[in-house]
């Protein structure tokens, strides 16, 4: 199964780029190769063309969602209303794109790790303690859910 795991945020914002640090470090991982990781930025509906083909997303992004800073959540979205109410600071981009897709009747199975942050507006490159704790363990979530999906499908 053609699998994409779009990591997105805003690295120029502290915690808010938390996707782009999962996707960079799961790029140093051995994937299987049907498997392919991208850095998506800060989200959209440009990156639809870099969509097509792919039979599961797996979207990795901040979320303001109130539990403690670098808090992990898997969740398996059906609909655009299905994402928390406040991903990061490029809700809308996503939450567009994925509508789209679904009305085109091109939205691909989707897997969304979030991880809880406290601000999406603080400028600094560097993650907050908690959060940069998360990586590791979000990667290998993602490492035994890829492992899944090759044995059963």
């Not at 996707?23 to 190769?33: F, M, N, S």
């Not at 509508?99 to 691909?108: A, F, G, I, K, Q």
């Not at 507006?121 to 704790?133: C, F, K, Y």
């Amino acid at each position: 199964m053609k699998t994409l795991v779009l990591g997105v945020g805003n690295i120029l914002l502290k915690d808010e780029g938390v996707g782009i640090h999962v996707a960079r470090a799961l790029a140093q991982e051995a994937l299987p190769p049907d498997v392919t990781v991208l850095d998506g930025g800060t989200g959209g509906l440009h990156l639809l063309s870099w969509l097509e083909g792919y039979e599961r997303i797996i979207l990795v992004d901040a979320t303001l969602d109130g539990n403690p800073p670098g808090t992990i959540r898997h969740l398996h979205p059906h609909y655009a209303s299905d994402y928390p109410p406040l991903m990061s600071a490029h809700e809308i981009g996503l939450r567009d794109m994925i509508e789209v897709m679904l009305l085109n009747d091109s939205c691909p199975e989707v897997e969304l790790f979030v991880i809880s942050v406290l601000d999406v507006t603080e400028p600094d490159l560097q993650l907050t303690p908690a959060v940069e704790a998360s990586i590791p363990v979000v990667v290998q979530q993602i490492i035994r859910l890829l492992k899944f999906i090759v044995l059963f499908y």
